[in-house]
């Protein structure tokens, strides 16, 4: 099974919002309630942003929030700010066989 | 608050066997909890999904490294491993463990440890 697809690269102005898309098939993002989302900062250990789709960890700013409509998951950020730059990752459950897709990553540039 | 380290070879010559530790502390590897996994990232590639354990021992593999994966738990020494075979230049890569929620979130995460192989 293939990975889920993220757009490769994004740029947003500081203080604005962007939303980062992740899209599947009915097997994985369409068919559970499972999709978590992870920024990435080179040479760190990726951090947990959004679990089930849209529930937030304790610590995590209220600046993230996720979605979900039919096959594709999104991960949106509020008020942009120079630390958001990263990569996000979107991961979803994707049944007894295949169990756990990652996305390919996007790369966020906060100019 | 639960804290992961992975340990391990970082190098590793083609054909070999890849093995990887990751030590748990703040909490029991054998909660009903968590499951544990194993998560690698290519250079200048996306996240890969290994494959996870269960306190039961009950173990869940990416199908495309099935063949090749062992994963395996020491309970006294809140301890999981990885053993990857026949490895090759496209199994170079920072390898990460990670607390595995209900095989849907992982969090948290390990450092990471880069292994690399080559002869």
């Known amino acids: 099974q293939s990975a889920l697809t993220q757009p490769a690269s994004v740029s947003e102005s500081p203080g604005q919002s962007i939303t980062l898309s992740c899209t599947g098939t009915?097997?994985?993002?369409?068919?559970?309630?499972?999709v978590s989302w992870y920024q990435h900062h080179p040479g760190r250990a990726p951090k947990l942003m959004i679990y089930?789709?849209?529930k937030r960890p304790s610590g995590v700013s209220n600046r993230f929030s996720g979605s979900k409509s039919g096959n594709t998951a999104s991960l949106t950020i509020s008020g942009l700010q120079p630390e958001d730059e990263a990569d996000y990752y979107c991961?979803?459950?994707?049944?007894?066989?295949?169990?756990?897709?990652f996305g390919g990553g996007t790369k966020l540039t906060v100019l | 608050r639960l804290q992961l380290q992975e340990s391990g070879p970082g190098l590793v010559k083609p054909s070999e066997t890849l093995s990887l530790t990751c030590t748990v502390s703040?909490?029991?590897?054998?909660?009903?909890?968590?499951?544990w996994g194993w998560i690698r990232q290519p250079p200048g590639k996306g996240l890969e999904w290994i494959g996870s354990?269960?306190?039961?021992?009950?173990?869940y593999y990416n199908p495309s490294l099935k063949s090749r994966v062992t994963i395996s738990e020491d309970t006294s020494k809140k301890q999981f491993s990885l053993k990857l075979s026949s490895v090759t230049a496209a199994d170079t890569a920072i390898y990460y463990c990670?607390?595995?929620?209900?095989?849907?979130?992982?969090?948290?995460w390990g450092q990471g440890t880069l292994v690399t192989v080559s002869s």
């Open positions: 991961c979803s459950y994707a049944g007894n066989n295949v169990h756990v897709l």
């Open positions: 009915s097997s994985d993002i369409g068919g559970y309630n499972y």
């Open positions: 990670a607390t595995h929620f209900y095989l849907n979130w992982f969090d948290p």
């Open positions: 703040g909490d029991s590897i054998s909660s009903i909890y968590y499951y």
């Open positions: 089930d789709v849209n």
């Open positions: 354990i269960y306190y039961s021992g009950s173990t």
